[in-house]
């Protein structure tokens, strides 16, 4: 079993910036691929970006530009640096790890965290 953390959500107001962090405990050995996932109220979870072992990164288009993905193996910790936020950015944000690749489908990830608020107010 894997678990994942998530740290790092808050209040900011539109054009601010916020760093999300997602440690992994147990299970831990072994490549993993991770994502950021988010879903705001009354909308479906989406994609916002993922990273494999080895640093390989796929981003949303929504969030290119603005959202950096990172991650540090030897802390076992993936993070999400959100520049020029928007309100439309709020959500729930969610961290999730599955063995072996990274993945933009949410449905193939078998450990997520408990989630984290984003809130971006105008």
């Known amino acids: 079993q894997v678990q994942l953390v998530e740290s790092g959500g808050g209040l900011v107001q539109a054009g601010g910036s916020l760093r999300l962090s997602c440690v992994a405990s147990g299970r831990t050995a072994g490549s993993y691929g991770m994502g950021w996932f988010r879903q705001a109220p009354g909308k479906e979870r989406e994609f916002v970006a993922t990273i494999a072992w080895n640093g390989y990164n796929t981003v949303a288009d929504s969030v290119k530009g603005r959202f950096t993905i990172s991650r540090d193996n030897a802390k076992n910790t993936m993070y999400l640096q959100m520049n020029s936020l928007k309100p439309e950015d709020t959500a729930v944000y969610y961290c999730?790890?599955?063995?072996?690749?990274?993945?933009?489908?949410?449905?193939?990830?078998?450990?997520w965290g408990q989630g984290t608020q984003v809130t971006v107010s105008s």
């Open positions: 999730a790890a599955k063995k072996d690749q990274s993945s933009r489908n949410s449905d193939v990830y078998d450990y």
